[in-house]
């Protein structure tokens, strides 16, 4: 377990180890659910892309247009849970 210490703002700062665990790079965001007896659930959050915007992408439904390169990338994330 690890302890940190809040500020007069409230804000905690969470370790590098603790960001690394959650896979956080800076600028990532977190996700944190309120848990019955003061407890929290705290994990990295998850983007809010759709599996319609993705094959939008690919039916040539946007203005962006993906390298084979983001593609495999993109499959891979969500083939592991990443996105």
Do not use: C, N, Y
């Amino acid at each position: 377990m690890s302890a940190q210490t809040v500020t007069k703002k409230g804000q905690v700062t969470l370790k590098r180890d603790l960001l690394q665990h959650l896979g956080i790079q800076p600028g990532g965001r977190i996700d944190i659910e309120k848990l019955p007896g003061g407890e929290l659930r705290v994990q990295a959050a998850r983007p809010a892309g759709t599996i319609d915007g993705f094959l939008g992408l690919l039916a040539g439904k946007t203005k962006k247009s993906a390298t084979i390169e983001e593609i495999a990338d993109a499959a891979a994330a969500g083939w592991a849970g990443k996105e």
